[in-house]
C-alpha cells in the first residue's frame, strides 16, 4: 500500500506523511493543552514529547511541508488530485489505527 512512496511522484510521497505530521501535531497540542488545565503538565511523563510537537519549530516545519505540498499538486488534473484525496484518506486511516492502539493498548 505504501509503494507510492518510493515509486510514486513527489506530491504523492508529501501528501502520504501529511497525516503523520498533522497527527502528532494535533495530538501534541491538545495533550498538552489537557495537562495543562489539570495540572499536571509540569511532571508529566510526557512533558519534552508534548513540548517538540507541539512547538513552533515542528508546526513551523509542519506549515512549509504544506506549502511545498501545494506547490507540487498545481497544474495536476483531476485525476491525479483524486488519487492524491486517496492516498491522504488511507493514511488518515492508518494514523487514526496507530493512535488508537496506543491509547486502547
Known amino acids: 500500500e505504501l ?3 518510493v515509486d510514486g511522484s513527489l506530491a504523492e ?3 502520504g506523511l501529511m497525516p503523520c505530521a498533522f497527527s502528532y501535531y494535533y495530538i501534541a497540542c491538545r495533550c498538552k493543552e489537557n495537562a495543562v488545565a489539570n495540572g499536571t503538565y509540569e511532571n508529566n511523563y510526557y512533558k519534552e514529547w508534548m513540548d517538540h510537537y507541539s512547538g513552533g519549530s515542528y508546526k513551523a ?3 512549509r511541508t504544506i506549502d511545498i505540498c501545494e506547490i ?7 485525476t491525479e488530485k483524486a488519487r492524491l484525496m486517496e492516498i491522504f ?3 488518515t486511516e492508518h494514523e487514526f489505527a ?5 491509547y486502547s493498548g
Open 13 to 15: 510521497g508529501l501528501v
Open 89 to 91: 484518506r488511507k493514511g
Open 72 to 78: 507540487a499538486v498545481r497544474g495536476l488534473g483531476e
Open 3 to 5: 509503494h507510492f512512496i
Open 61 to 63: 516545519c509542519y506549515e
Open 98 to 102: 496507530f493512535w488508537d492502539m496506543a
